[in-house]
């Protein structure tokens, strides 16, 4: 008889639960289920004869993939829900039937493009540090920036004992006690641009993601969201793939 399981953490990813790496912390914190049993980080499961919860919930198996682009504005988390009451992006997508949670982070003070999926694999694909997707922000600074620091973002910061990845700094406009620079980045620590502005003695006034990959924000007003045409979805997977390849080929 052919083998019709799959590790659990797929099947929560393609059931729109969480990402894979959700739900490995799902996992260990003993909120999934198998048939009733607590699991275990990499069992696997029949998704037609097995029942699986979480948090007491039935997962109800693989849904359509949808594919968000939502302008978040300051003040809301990227959390599907929050222990303190505060405002989560989820509460801006009004009309949304499918379950949908939030590839990667913006900070709380933070704005712009978030990408928001059910499809654990395409989540993946854009969060996984090897595929270096180019993330594009407009970052205000006060009460100045000056050429040496350019430099310094350009080439690479110690933060946390690490050096941050070369990033492409670009100079916008300055005015008297603030300066605006474009700042793109091809890694995705956590609040890298406040740490490099941090450890530059910059303080940043206004962080706004516009791009990711050759998906830019626009003129999608703050608040509002749209789903992602299929070329936008095949040209962002395809740079992932690109990007790892390219990774690979100069080792």
């Given at each position: 008889?052919?083998?019709?399981k799959?590790?659990?953490?797929?099947?929560?990813?393609?059931?729109?639960?969480?990402s894979?790496?959700?739900?490995?912390?799902l996992?260990?914190?003993?909120?999934?289920?198998?048939?009733?049993?607590?699991?275990?980080?990499?069992?696997?499961?029949?998704?037609?004869?097995?029942?699986?919860?979480?948090?007491?919930?039935?997962v109800?198996?693989?849904?359509?993939?949808?594919?968000?682009?939502?302008?978040?504005p300051?003040?809301?988390?990227?959390?599907?829900?929050?222990?303190?009451?505060?405002?989560?992006?989820?509460?801006?997508l009004?009309?949304?039937?499918?379950?949908?949670?939030?590839?990667?982070?913006?900070?709380?003070?933070?704005?712009?493009?978030?990408?928001?999926?059910?499809d654990?694999?395409?989540?993946?694909?854009?969060?996984?540090?090897k595929?270096?997707?180019?993330?594009?922000?407009?970052?205000?600074?006060r009460?100045?920036?000056?050429?040496?620091?350019?430099?310094?973002?350009?080439?690479?910061?110690?933060?946390?004992?690490?050096?941050?990845?070369?990033?492409?700094?670009?100079?916008?406009?300055?005015?008297?006690?603030?300066?605006?620079?474009?700042?793109?980045?091809?890694?995705?620590?956590?609040?890298?641009?406040?740490?490099?502005?941090?450890?530059?003695?910059?303080?940043?006034?206004?962080?706004?993601?516009?791009?990711?990959?050759?998906?830019?924000?626009?003129?999608l007003?703050?608040?509002?969201?749209?789903?992602?045409?299929?070329?936008?979805?095949?040209?962002?997977?395809?740079?992932?793939?690109?990007?790892?390849?390219?990774?690979n080929?100069?080792?």
């Amino acid at each position: 008889m052919p083998d019709n399981k799959i590790r659990l953490q797929k099947y929560l990813s393609e059931s729109g639960v969480c990402s894979r790496r959700k739900a490995e912390e799902l996992i260990a914190a003993g909120k999934v289920k198998i048939n009733g049993h607590p699991a275990e980080i990499g069992a696997k499961v029949d998704p037609k004869s097995d029942i699986v919860t979480v948090s007491g919930k039935k997962v109800s198996g693989k849904e359509k993939p949808i594919y968000i682009m939502l302008h978040k504005p300051r003040g809301y988390i990227t959390t599907l829900s929050d222990e303190r009451g505060r405002k989560c992006v989820t509460e801006l997508l009004s009309g949304i039937k499918e379950r949908v949670y939030p590839i990667g982070r913006l900070d709380r003070d933070s704005e712009g493009l978030l990408l928001l999926t059910n499809d654990g694999e395409f989540a993946n694909l854009m969060m996984h540090p090897k595929h270096h997707i180019p993330k594009t922000y407009r970052v205000t600074v006060r009460p100045d920036i000056s050429d040496k620091q350019i430099h310094q973002l350009s080439v690479g910061i110690p933060i946390e004992g690490r050096m941050t990845a070369p990033a492409d700094v670009r100079l916008i406009e300055k005015t008297e006690g603030r300066a605006v620079a474009e700042i793109v980045l091809y890694e995705g620590r956590n609040r890298e641009i406040r740490k490099m502005c941090e450890a530059l003695e910059l303080e940043v006034a206004r962080l706004k993601r516009t791009a990711v990959g050759s998906l830019k924000l626009g003129m999608l007003p703050t608040g509002k969201w749209r789903e992602l045409t299929p070329d936008e979805v095949e040209r962002l997977a395809s740079l992932a793939e690109k990007e790892d390849k390219t990774k690979n080929k100069n080792r």
